[in-house]
């Protein structure tokens, strides 16, 4: 098994940051991949980014890149989520979620086994 922290969220303003951070216990997220996904309210859950923890590869959603960067800690058992420029449209629960890494990245939030409880970023304008 394999629990998941989310932390990290809050309110901030646009064009401001926020690092969110994903800690794992129960084991290590050693051959996983582990993704960032996020629900604004009225809309269904979408993926953000990934990274497949032992070999460091990512995949962003458009709307993200070059704003956002997915980054692991090895010492620290924990993923992050680094997120630059943040808009309102950014405003959302985050979440992580973790699942078997095979060698492709999915975004599909059902084949996320593990998941965290959520972290809230509020992005004023």
């Known amino acids: 098994q394999v629990q998941l922290v989310e932390s990290g969220g809050g309110l901030v303003q646009a064009g401001g940051s926020l690092r969110l951070s994903c800690t794992a216990s129960?084991?290590?997220?050693?051959?996983?991949?582990v993704g960032w996904f996020r629900q604004a309210p009225g809309k269904e859950r979408e993926f953000v980014a990934v990274?497949?923890?032992?070999?460091?590869?990512?995949y962003y959603i458009d709307s993200v890149k070059g704003r956002f960067t997915i980054f692991r800690d090895n010492t620290e058992n924990t993923v992050y989520l680094q997120m630059n420029n943040l808009s309102p449209e950014d405003t959302a629960v985050y979440y992580c979620?973790?699942?078997?890494?095979?060698?492709?990245?999915?975004?599909?939030?059902?084949?996320?086994?593990?998941w965290g409880q959520g972290t809230q970023v509020t992005v004023s304008s």
């Open positions: 979620a973790a699942t078997y890494y095979r060698g492709r990245f999915n975004q599909a939030e059902a084949e996320y086994a593990y």
């Open positions: 129960g084991r290590t997220f050693s051959s996983l991949a």
């Open positions: 990274i497949a923890w032992s070999y460091g590869h990512t």
